[in-house]
């Protein structure tokens, strides 16, 4: 089964296609592309995503990066075609909100046939609600013109079978696991029951693991996005100074997370030194080692903990913080032989589409007739 998937839940345009096959418990998943246009560059000056350029930026790279994911795949079927006044004015209609994509569109159509593919799987939420709609809105026009099913994903979802687009994981039963979903927007620990079991045990009740990374980063002027530029500093580099802050909530009974207490403190630390301190690169390296030491000491303590009280065997690393090597090091070294650890390379720790089209694929589902973007989509 050939399925495409599209994902703008935020600032990465993805279109992929796998080819996936299952027969019982066995499944085998051919990448056959996993095209990605990043607008790091574009919200870097921000210091994090700002939604209304954001969704510029889908609406002009999504048709290049469709015609660079069906090349990829070797699936671009080149062969013209002519519209009639009726098609034209179905998808302006349908994408009056975003006339430059229904412009792209129109040509794309009028270029190039339907491809070989089965499904169309595209990201429906969680994620900044005019992304989503360009992902939507794409999806909406392809299935209409390819007379294609097209199946909502839940972005969390498949956030947790992406370690599942790895060649050595496939076949493997993950199921109970707990599952740990760390990115800019979401924290969260999730019991996985099964393929559509899902009990989330734990979430934050403020700033996200990345979004604190992105904003303690910013406090100290080290770049964006901050989560890689801090591990950088924390592996490569030595201080003479130390810094000791808080691990939020590290010891609550609970599986939450708040990192805003976190951020605050570095913000005081750093407001409370002189200029000169503040600039020295001894400082920033301190307090970026100190930062990833706090963070990920919460996160892996509370999924240990939450793996040990449901007594599962198998623990999921998914979410673009997921992509620390300083992260996977740790939980792995807590989990020893108690625990199997499982998670996907940083390409696919990212937001990416292949593990969107994976998730409508192992996860089968009644469809509706029409979705709409939901921003707060629960799993």
């Known amino acids: 089964m050939k399925i495409l998937g599209i994902d703008t839940s935020c600032d990465d345009t993805s279109i992929a296609v796998i080819d996936a096959k299952k027969n019982g418990a066995i499944f085998e998943v051919g990448i056959l592309s996993n095209a990605i246009s990043s607008q790091t560059e574009i919200h870097?000056?921000?210091?994090?995503?700002?939604?209304?350029?954001?969704?510029?930026?889908?609406?002009?790279?999504?048709?290049p990066v469709l015609i660079k994911s069906l090349n990829d795949a070797k699936n671009l079927v080149k062969k013209k075609n002519t519209l009639?006044?009726?098609?034209?004015?179905?998808?302006?209609?349908?994408?009056?909100?975003?006339?430059?994509?229904?412009?792209?569109?129109i040509k794309f159509f009028e270029k190039y046939s339907k491809p070989d593919i089965n499904a169309i799987a595209v990201t429906q939420g969680p994620g900044l609600e005019p992304c989503l709609w360009v992902g939507i809105n794409l999806a909406t026009a392809l299935g209409y013109f390819w007379n294609v099913q097209i199946i909502p994903v839940n972005h969390v979802e498949a956030h947790i079978y992406s370690a599942w687009?790895?060649?050595?994981?496939?076949?493997f039963n993950f199921f109970p696991s707990i599952a740990l979903i760390v990115s800019g927007g979401h924290t969260q620990i999730i019991y996985v029951k099964g393929a559509g079991e899902y009990?989330?045990?734990?979430?934050?009740?403020?700033?996200?693991a990345g979004e604190c990374f992105d904003k303690t980063a910013r406090i100290?002027?080290?770049g964006y996005p901050g989560g890689p530029a801090i591990e950088?500093?924390?592996?490569?580099?030595?201080?003479?100074?130390?810094?000791?802050?808080?691990?939020?909530?590290?010891?609550?009974?609970?599986?939450?997370?708040?990192?805003?207490g976190l951020k605050t403190a570095v913000f005081y630390d750093f407001l409370k030194k002189d200029d000169k301190i503040k600039k020295s690169r001894d400082y920033k390296n301190a307090m970026a080692i100190e930062i990833q030491n706090a963070i990920i000491d919460v996160l892996a303590e509370k999924t240990l903990r939450a793996a040990k009280n449901f007594n599962v065997k198998n623990i999921i690393l998914g979410g673009g913080v997921s992509a620390s090597a300083s992260l996977k090091e740790k939980i792995s070294s807590l989990a020893g032989a108690e625990f199997k650890v499982l998670y996907p390379s940083p390409i696919f720790s990212t937001d990416n589409a292949a593990m969107v089209a994976l998730a409508a694929f192992l996860h089968p589902r009644d469809l509706?007739?029409?979705?709409?973007?939901?921003?707060?989509?629960e799993i």
């Not at 687009?165 to 076949?171: F, I, R, V, W, Y």
């Not at 592996?235 to 609970?254: A, G």
């Open 44 to 63: 870097r000056k921000w210091g994090g995503v700002y939604p209304s350029l954001a969704k510029r930026a889908h609406q002009k790279n999504a048709v």
């Open 84 to 105: 009639s006044e009726n098609q034209k004015s179905w998808l302006r209609k349908k994408l009056d909100h975003d006339p430059l994509l229904a412009k792209d569109l």
């Open 165 to 171: 687009l790895e060649k050595e994981n496939q076949n």
């Open 199 to 208: 009990q989330i045990v734990g979430d934050t009740r403020d700033d996200a």
């Open 220 to 222: 100290l002027g080290l």
């Open 232 to 260: 950088k500093i924390a592996r490569t580099c030595f201080s003479k100074t130390k810094i000791k802050l808080p691990r939020p909530m590290i010891k609550s009974p609970n599986y939450d997370f708040s990192f805003s």
């Open 368 to 377: 509706p007739e029409n979705f709409f973007a939901d921003s707060n989509l």
